[in-house]
């Protein structure tokens, strides 16, 4: 080949000469037309992040003109890119040759004030930022694809507060469903003491009072009192909007709490509770009010189950194996609808009429298990229904066990 070029003739390679132009002029207007009238903004910096040249549609979705940034702007002088770190990963680009994407929010002043725009809201761009290098390999400029990311950025906010909406709805709609069963669970305990404050006062006015029996039925009704306070503060508690609050707890604890909600509902619809807890069960840490509400949640599904059967009985049965506790919740009720069965985690699937559940439940009881690093899953029986819950035992969430 080398052989063939030393003897080509002055006119053959000013042909060659001519084509190799040609061919640069048609891969330069490519390039240009590319760059030019692509649809995403772009632009192109020298070998130390200067501004050299922008795109149309730079100019129009970002209102910038030429004059403002061509020579002037920086990417390395940006007090957002300084702001947020992003520093080290441009001179990865510029002293390293390598390609890097970053995410960078601006705020709504600090966005306008650099484009021209008039936004109200936080902007979220993407920008890849891609080296060009000459023949030795060293960085001579680099090009600049921006994407905006803010519409989705919006939608993800807007769902994130639409499912934290649907979350304290759900918690909302379980709750008012145990109301008439709190009620009930409040009003024993002060019917119980109107009637020894009412005896107290005929004894009283007959003055024959036994100052023995009026000791002994002030402090029962103190503690029926108490019993009030309890159920109210815990209905407080369990009303509020949270964060999730770690703590070691032991199970029984969790399941004595969940009763003072739930207990009557069973009661009225007749339905026997099987307790079988391993004695001493090791502490879980978690956040008990979350999984009381997985248990609420759990206990509501099975009181529905339960309504056509005769013989209604409720069993949950926890044992540790290894740094695991394994909690199964059993109903003996009609089960879980076989075209259903796939799906109950999913939100928003549903067999109950409107007003009785928004088909939340399981899949909120889901997203708090999969908080606690847990697992759940169900298991259809001859008769009704098992939820089996795993959960690690006295280890805090997405942290690795101690070795
Ligand atoms: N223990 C159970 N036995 C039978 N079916 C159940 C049980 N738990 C849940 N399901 C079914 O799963 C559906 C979804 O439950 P869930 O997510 O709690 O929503 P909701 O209770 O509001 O319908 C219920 O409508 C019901 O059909
Ligand atoms: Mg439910």
Known sequence: MSETRHHESDSQLSVRLCATEKDLEETRALFSAIFDFGPFPMWISDHKGTCLRINEALRRTWGVEDQDVIGKYNMFDDPVV??????PLLNRVFDDGESVTLRIEYDPVQFNQLTGAHREVKSVIEATISPQKNSLGEVISAIVLHKDLTPHQLMEEAKEKAITLMKQA?????????????AHEI??????????????LHDLTQQEIDLRVLGEECREAV???????????????????ETLS?????L?????STLILVGHLLQANHITLKRDLQENLPCILCDPLRLEQVLINLFQNAVSALDT??????????VARDDLLILCFNDNGTGVRPDLQGRIFDPFVTTKKVGQGMGLGLSIVYGIIKEHDGDIQYYAEKQGSTFVITLPLKRAPNTPPES
């Open 82 to 87: 300084k702001e947020q770190g992003f520093s």
């Open 170 to 182: 759900q918690k909302r709609e379980a709750v008012g469903l145990l109301v008439a069963g709190v």
């Open 187 to 200: 009003n024993q305990p002060l019917t119980y003491i109107r009637a020894v404050l009412e005896c107290n």
């Open 223 to 241: 503690k029926q009192v108490d019993r009030i306070s309890c159920i109210i503060r815990h209905l407080r508690l369990f009303g509020r909007v």
């Open 246 to 250: 770690f703590r070691e707890v032991v």
């Open 252 to 256: 029984d604890e969790i399941l004595d």
């Open 309 to 318: 059967v005769e013989d209604k009985q409720i069993a949950i049965t926890a």
